[in-house]
């Protein structure tokens, strides 16, 4: 299969970051040692090679790769793919050549890795290709999985969708309750803007009477939970380009497109990255 390749490594996390999740994840799986791994003469080496059986966008080569790297440093990992490629059923995605206990240790560390972050971006651009050639963005939230937030926030990149907020630290987002702790959405804004703390701020309403008061309280950017189409029209055409407006709230596939063509600037997805499928992909030896 033909396809562009893309340049994804300026979004990747720092390689010391990837080093150390990989670390984790091997303790994890690896424990005191793998003892079926032992079983093999300890010089061994052998090759593999990396299929995948469905149709996917790939993501997570720099995971995969460290798995292996961590276990063998000499471990050679040549890619016919990358992040970010659709990927057809068949397509070999890779070939591994190393120590054999290193290999057959790293196998499913690498492969859940590759399986769930290529999942996380095949999701990614069925959203995407969903509101092609509309000036919209699809973004992600905070509903990751545990653990692996980074991982999948740039799967969603590689997918062809933007990353919302990483997390409670770098913007503003005021919620239901809130509003409802502070006492208004006017005494929320209020307060956020007196934190002066340099980052983005967003208020949620849930009717157009609160977008009208979030925006005499002056907020530039607002998230429309849970409006219907004639409600997201409404609210464009009430803002009239004074902040920017982000329709959330059961966003599907069905909808999404509907939605886009409110005029909204932004639509958050949680199932971006909580409702994953892995793909199903195939590491098997090889006659070196």
Not at 24 to 33: P, Q, R, S
Not at 86 to 104: D, K, M, T, W, Y
Not at 230 to 251: D, F, I, P
């Amino acid at each position: 299969m033909t396809t562009l390749t893309l340049d994804l490594t300026a979004d990747l996390p720092a390689p010391a970051l990837i080093a150390a999740q990989v670390a984790t994840a091997l303790a994890e799986d690896v424990g005191t040692g793998d003892l079926t791994a032992a079983l093999l003469p300890a010089g061994q080496t052998l090759r593999a090679e990396l299929i995948t059986r469905e149709a996917a966008t790939l993501c997570g080569s720099a995971w995969f790769e460290t798995v292996f790297k961590q276990l063998d440093p000499t471990c050679c990992v040549s890619w016919a793919a990358h992040d970010g490629e659709r990927i057809a059923p068949g397509q070999r995605l890779c070939s591994v050549e190393g120590n054999s206990r290193a290999l057959l240790t790293g196998e499913r560390t690498a492969m859940n890795y590759l399986q769930l972050l290529s999942g996380t971006a095949t999701r990614a651009r069925h959203f995407a290709d969903a509101v092609a050639g509309l000036p919209v963005q699809v973004l992600d939230t905070r509903k990751t999985l545990p653990g692996l937030r980074l991982q999948q926030k740039y799967a969603v990149r590689c997918g062809g969708c933007h990353n919302h907020r990483i997390g409670l630290f770098d913007m503003i987002l005021i919620k239901e309750n809130h509003i409802l702790a502070a006492g208004s959405i006017h005494a929320a804004l209020a307060a956020a803007q007196a934190l002066k703390a340099g980052v983005a701020i967003e208020i949620e309403v849930e009717s157009l009477a609160e977008l009208d008061e979030a925006l005499a309280g002056g907020a530039q950017l607002i998230l429309l939970d849970n409006f219907s189409l004639a409600q997201l029209r409404e609210a464009v055409a009430l803002t009239s380009g004074r902040a920017q407006l982000e329709a959330s709230g059961n966003m599907n596939l069905t909808t999404l497109r509907a939605v886009a063509e409110t005029g909204v600037n932004r639509i958050s997805v949680g199932g971006l990255t909580k409702d994953v499928t892995a793909v199903d992909l195939s590491l098997r030896l090889v006659a070196k």
